[in-house]
């Protein structure tokens, strides 16, 4: 959850391994729950609920010093967040992806090294062929305008230009009218980027080529325990220390 930000109850129940009966799996939620660890997240005018890490949690698990509030979604933004959270859980399932962060884990200076002005909802790592790169994930659940789109398009392109370590991006749209526009605007901009930009919807992962992130097992890698570290040099994706412990 820590990870995640918020994630709903069937999302945590296939996240864990070995898959957890019902039963189980809410009995620890509710100790979660009672020691303060989690709170539960309503959407204010959707019948949408999750689970989301509070300040003890998020102060455990990365580090005291975070500040209140640190990675917590609003109730408002729940349907976002809950794509975002299965998104990245997809992309778990891929042998090919070997690292992932998510917003909140991204601080001001590593994304200078990323990205040109801008941060994504989540970054996660390709490891192929003997090289590795970073691919940026944008997920769209509302259509924004024209205008909007084209300063993302743009501060993609600036970043694709130069010296940074995204080297494409992936939209997942939550509606066709939100995808239908994004591939209209993308094939009205530079030919040279095509390629960068990848539009899907959820149920398109076929999408994906199997050369680049592999054939998608129904199971979670165990890659959730590394965390994205910046340096000037590179990025490493190393095991999460957490309360005095290597996990």
């Given amino acids: 959850i820590c990870r995640l930000g918020a ?18 799996f809410y009995y ?8 303060g660890f989690i709170e539960r997240l309503t959407h204010p005018r959707q019948l949408k609920f999750a689970y989301r890490a509070t300040d003890k949690a998020f102060g455990l698990f990365y580090e005291a010093d975070k500040g209140s509030g640190f990675g917590r979604p609003r109730p408002k ?15 778990s399932k891929y042998p ?3 690292g992932l962060a998510v917003e909140h884990e991204l601080d001001a200076e590593a994304l200078k090294r990323f990205i040109y ?23 769209e659940t509302s259509l924004k305008s024209k205008e909007r789109i084209n ?18 991006v992936i939209i997942v749209t939550s509606r ?15 030919e040279r980027f095509f390629s960068k930009f990848y539009v899907i919807m959820p149920d398109e ?9 592999g054939e998608m097992s129904p199971k979670t890698k165990l890659i959730w325990h590394l965390v994205r570290t910046s340096f000037e040099k590179g990025t490493e994706y190393l095991p999460m220390i957490s309360a005095s412990c290597v996990l």
């Fill in 77 to 91: 933004d729940l349907f976002h967040t809950l794509m975002v959270s299965e998104v990245m859980i997809a992309l």
């Fill in 205 to 213: 992962r076929s999408k994906l080529s199997p050369q680049v992130y």
């Fill in 7 to 24: 994630a709903s109850p069937n999302q945590l129940q296939g996240l864990s391994e070995p898959i957890m009966s019902r039963t189980t």
């Fill in 117 to 139: 002005n801008r941060r994504p909802d989540a970054i996660f790592r390709i490891s192929r062929e003997n090289r590795c790169y970073e691919i940026a994930v944008e997920v």
């Fill in 96 to 98: 090919n992806v070997t």
């Fill in 151 to 168: 300063t993302l398009l743009s501060q993609y392109e600036t970043t694709f230009l130069s010296d940074l370590r995204c080297r494409a």
């Fill in 176 to 190: 066709k009218d939100i995808y239908e526009v994004y591939t209209r605007e993308i094939a009205g901009r530079d």
């Fill in 28 to 35: 620890h939620l509710k100790q979660l729950l009672v020691e």
